[in-house]
């Protein structure tokens, strides 16, 4: 009916889009909890307010999905709240810890970056408006402040990975033990790895330049063996790629390989190169100076101190 009268020109363009976006975010306030509602209410509105002074003004203004997000992330935390911070019945009892909490239940870093990135919208507005004191999202980072809670390697199941890379490399695809072991030993990062070309590689010295790290790195036996394996591969399918990884399709646009492919050559060992890097790193910030490691990594040292967070070796506790 509504393409029928707009064809005939007998009605102006029903606003679908809209009406669902305001049905979205009133069904989000109304899932906040009682006593977060009224200022998340409020927060919903001063949303709608700032995207039509944006579009007055010809800025850029916040999309449908922004405002839902903003107001999702409010209603999470308000649910955590009330379950594990019952003394806490309105936004004025919040404080840092609250919301450092709160964003350590969120185990992807980018899905937490972008909650805290709400959160700061919500508590600048009630700051702003008056209904809080003091921002409790001020000074936090999404990566710093939060402690590791990720899913690393026991001993006993890196051990197993060694010897499948190691003493049964000859029955798998080169690129799995060059993965793997630059990964389990070295913590090299999905990106070092593509980015990783042959002239980065220097046998004779023992040594691998990763694209983020300052220094050279040293390579171990068992590494510098797969690395051998993995350039003997490349010489004989992909000589012309610069690139140590190289398939089909990358040898096709002359580019590294995609993220995707990295992926699916660790699935026969049931292993992602996350979890390797992040198990290399927090060891060795349990047993390293964080700042040396960092400086090591090419990385941010709070990047490094998160993995610190929560982590006690009791094989290294003095005896009682």
Not at 44 to 53: A, E, F, G, T, V
Request: net charge positive; proline share 6%; with cysteine.
């Amino acid at each position: 009916m509504e393409t029928y009268f707009v064809d005939s020109r007998l009605t102006l363009t029903l606003d679908v889009a809209g009406q669902a976006a305001t049905e979205r975010r009133a069904r989000r306030v109304a899932e906040v909890p009682v006593g977060f509602r009224p200022i998340a209410a409020a927060f919903d509105r001063h949303q709608l307010q700032s995207r039509d002074r944006a579009r007055r003004a010809g800025t850029k203004p916040r999309s449908d999905r922004t405002l839902e997000i903003n107001l999702a992330a409010v209603r999470d935390l308000a649910r955590y709240l009330i379950e594990y911070r019952p003394g806490i019945t309105d936004p004025t009892l919040v404080g840092v810890g609250d919301v450092e909490s709160f964003l350590a239940t969120i185990t992807n870093p980018s899905n937490r970056a972008r909650h805290l990135h709400a959160l700061r919208v919500f508590f600048r507005f009630a700051r702003h408006a008056r209904h809080i004191l003091a921002d409790p999202t001020r000074g936090l980072n999404a990566n710093s402040n939060i402690a590791f809670h990720g899913h690393v390697l026991d001993p006993a199941r890196q051990r197993d990975l060694f010897r499948r890379w190691t003493s049964g490399a000859t029955e798998l695809h080169p690129h799995e033990p060059k993965i793997g072991l630059l990964g389990l030993l070295h913590g090299a990062s999905v990106a070092e790895l593509r980015s990783l070309r042959v002239d980065d590689i220097d046998l004779t010295a023992a040594t691998v330049v990763l694209s983020r790290r300052p220094q050279p790195t040293p390579l171990d036996p068992a590494t510098t063996t797969a690395l051998r394996r993995c350039l003997q591969y490349r010489d004989t399918h992909h000589h012309t790629s610069p690139y140590l990884l190289v398939n089909q399709k990358s040898k096709t646009t002359g580019g590294p390989v995609s993220i995707d492919y990295i992926a699916r050559t660790l699935v026969p060992a049931q292993v992602a190169v996350a979890t390797l890097r992040a198990t290399r790193l927090a060891q060795l910030v349990a047993v390293m100076d964080p700042v040396l490691v960092a400086a090591a990594f090419g990385i941010r040292r709070g990047a490094v101190l998160h993995y610190l967070g929560d982590t006690v070796d009791a094989t290294r506790l003095p005896n009682p």
